[in-house]
């Protein structure tokens, strides 16, 4: 917890909140003598304040944004592809407390766990330094590319990742829907593109178009880092 405390520039007041941001419900349940907390309730409240300054940037941005667009640009920011990028950059993973199941299955680069792992450090910022501490965490590293997502958000990505794709004659790309949660007035559909059999990407959105996209933008981004 300390190399994580230097990452993030940052000394907590309270450590056992860090602590409980960083200790899954399989270590918890596996000490229960303990009466060790794990970090769902934390994580509940993370989702919420990274939603919440993450849509005011995005309000605030010069030129104005249309609704749509910061909708479609605030799902991709916060989508757990990019959430989990965050936990790597700060080494969340070394970090988080897991039972051995978890551990065992390679939990601690489970893109799901990280990026819920994310929210929970956040809201424990969030109460241990007050909106400061959070806010500092959500610009310096899940914004950090929000100007880039914005200037390529008139681009086809799905077209963008076929042609790329194309590219290789053997090369196959299919999309896969991996969630459909929520009431139908209110759907969020989550997609993963496969790459020659790979999940290349997930994406989050109110229909299955714009999680396809954010999905294939996931997948752009990644190819693009891995380019030399």
């Known amino acids: 917890m300390k190399h994580l405390e230097m990452l993030l520039g940052y000394r907590f007041r309270d450590p056992a909140l860090l602590e409980t941001a960083l200790t899954h419900s399989s270590y918890a349940n596996e000490h229960a003598a303990e009466k060790a907390a794990c970090y769902e309730r934390l994580e509940f409240l993370g989702d919420s304040i990274l939603g919440a300054v993450t849509a005011d940037w995005l309000y605030r941005h010069e030129p104005p944004l249309p609704e749509g667009e910061m909708t479609r640009i605030r799902a991709e920011l916060v989508c757990e592809e990019s959430l989990s990028?965050?936990?790597?950059?700060?080494?969340?993973?070394?970090?988080?407390?897991?039972?051995?199941?978890?551990?065992?299955?390679?939990?601690?680069?489970?893109?799901?766990?990280?990026?819920?792992?994310?929210?929970?450090?956040?809201?424990?910022?969030?109460?241990?330094?007050?909106?400061?501490?959070?806010?500092?965490?959500?610009?310096?590293?899940?914004?950090?590319?929000?100007?880039?997502?914005?200037?390529?958000?008139?681009?086809?990505?799905?077209?963008?990742?076929?042609?790329?794709?194309?590219?290789?004659?053997?090369?196959?790309?299919?999309?896969?829907?991996?969630?459909?949660?929520?009431?139908?007035?209110d759907k969020r559909f989550t997609f993963a593109v496969y790459i020659n059999g790979e999940e290349a990407g997930t994406g989050t959105g109110r229909t299955k178009k714009e999680a396809e996209q954010i999905a294939a933008g996931a997948a752009l981004k990644k190819l693009e880092s891995k380019a030399p």
């Open 85 to 185: 990028r965050v936990a790597r950059l700060l080494q969340i993973g070394e970090a988080m407390r897991l039972g051995h199941g978890e551990e065992n299955s390679r939990g601690r680069e489970r893109p799901s766990i990280l990026a819920d792992m994310v929210e929970s450090v956040i809201a424990a910022l969030w109460m241990d330094g007050g909106r400061d501490a959070a806010v500092n965490l959500i610009h310096d590293y899940v914004l950090r590319d929000a100007e880039q997502v914005i200037r390529q958000r008139g681009r086809d990505n799905k077209t963008l990742l076929q042609e790329l794709v194309q590219q290789n004659p053997d090369g196959e790309l299919h999309y896969t829907l991996l969630r459909e949660e929520g009431p139908d007035h």
